[in-house]
Structure formats: C-alpha cells, structure tokens
C-alpha cells in the first residue's frame, strides 16, 4: 500500500496568514494522481484539488497544489475563516487508493 | 446538479445485519464509479473501495475485503453498502461519493453524500 505522511499533524496560525501543509508518499504516485480535501467538523469531505494541482469547481483560487513523485504541497495563500478545517491528501493512482491522517488547521 | 443523498443514522447490535443506501441523481449513474470511506470516531478517512453501476464491477480494499459488500440497484440509481454480521468495531460513519475517473478505475471523489453514522452496540 502507499502510505501519505501528512506534515504537520496541527497548524495554528491567525487569518490572513500563509498554511503550507505537506503531503509525502511512501512510494511515487503514479500521474501525480493526489487529491486534496478539506473536511469541517460534522460535514463530508469537499474536493479540493485533484491531479495534484488542479482546483475543483468553486474552490477560490487562494488554494493551489503542487509536487509530483513522493512530495505534494497545498497552500492557502491567505487564511480566510471558513478555512479552519481539517485537510486529507489521498492517492488514486496505486491500490489500494488510500488516504493521509489529516492536518488541522486551527486558529492561533 | 449532482447530488449524492444516503439513508440515515443507524443503531445495531452486534452480529446483526444492515445495508445503507446511496441514492445519486443528476448525472448518468451507470458511467460513474461510487467509492465508499469509512470515518471512525476521531479518525481519519479510510478508502474502503468502489463498485461500477455499469457492470457492478468491484475493487475492495485489502482491509475491507470479505467483511462487507457493495451493490447497487440501476433502476434507482442507488449503491449499497452491506454487513452479515456488524460488530462493534463497525461503529462509524460511512461516506459515498461518485468517483471522477479518467483512466480505468482510477480516479478522485468529487460530489460526496452526507454520511451515514453507524452505531454498532450492546
């Protein structure tokens, strides 16, 4: 199985601040098949960003995705409140497909 | 529009059977795969695996394999998810999502339901 160490496992920052939350793979994910999604608390999932740097339909684009092989990065350029959340990378290109532990983003 | 609606919140005992439902609607239900994850109290997202409504072609996750079943009924649009005999540790809560594929089975969730929460207990 390819494993997703998500990094780190909480940031806490003020809004209007920059998160860079890691997502690094135990074996290189084949077509840069990763895809982010941000959770709230008592919601579903929301896709995020897929093909590791492509946004889904409606996500503002303070989102972006980056990386490729074994390292992918999603960025928040500038926190707004609604971003406190928790975000989950997955892979899709290896099986099982399988998912990170989630970082939280918490206010600071 | 795309939604993804599931049945609701379930109380079980141990050793007896549930199927949860999926219903999907405002697309082709037949050309998309249908992707369950599991959520444990407190706890991560786990890829439990998908079935085609195509076809009802599976790919189960290793850790699911054997302890659950997926189907679904195309005259209306609903996937299933399915346990003979739960057991406390099934305690969770189940998501569906329809799977945007661009190669094979491959591919990400991109509308989600609303999540069933399972509550298995004695």
């Known amino acids: 199985d390819i494993v997703l160490a998500q990094s780190p496992g909480t940031l806490s920052l003020s809004p209007g601040e920059r998160a860079t939350l890691s997502c690094r793979a135990s074996?290189?994910?084949?077509?840069?098949?990763l895809a982010w999604y941000q959770q709230k608390p008592g919601q579903a999932p929301r896709l995020l960003i897929y093909g590791a740097s492509n946004r889904a339909t409606g996500i503002p684009d303070r989102f972006s995705g980056s990386g490729s092989g074994t390292d992918f990065t999603l960025t928040i350029s500038r926190l707004e409140s609604e971003d406190f959340a928790v975000y989950y990378c997955q892979q899709y290109g290896g099986s099982p497909r399988t998912f990170g532990q989630g970082t939280k983003v918490e206010i600071k | 529009e795309v939604q993804v609606v599931q049945s609701g919140a379930e109380v079980k005992k141990p050793g007896e059977s549930l199927r949860i439902s999926c219903k999907a609607s405002?697309?082709?239900?037949?050309?998309?795969?249908i992707g369950w994850v599991r959520q444990m109290p407190g706890k991560a997202l786990e890829w439990m695996g998908i079935?085609?409504?195509?076809?009802?072609?599976?790919r189960y996750s290793p850790s699911f394999q054997g302890q659950v079943t997926f189907s679904v009924d195309q005259s209306i649009t609903t996937a299933y998810l399915q346990w003979n005999s739960l057991k406390a540790s099934d305690t969770a809560i189940y998501y569906c999502?329809?799977?945007?594929?661009?190669?094979?089975?491959?591919?990400?969730?991109?509308?989600w339901g609303q999540g069933t929460l399972v509550t298995v207990s004695s």
């Open positions: 074996q290189s994910v084949s077509s840069a098949y």
């Open positions: 999502a329809r799977q945007m594929s661009f190669t094979g089975s491959y591919g990400y969730f991109d509308y």
């Open positions: 079935i085609y409504p195509g076809d009802s072609d599976t």
């Open positions: 405002g697309y082709k239900f037949t050309n998309y795969w």
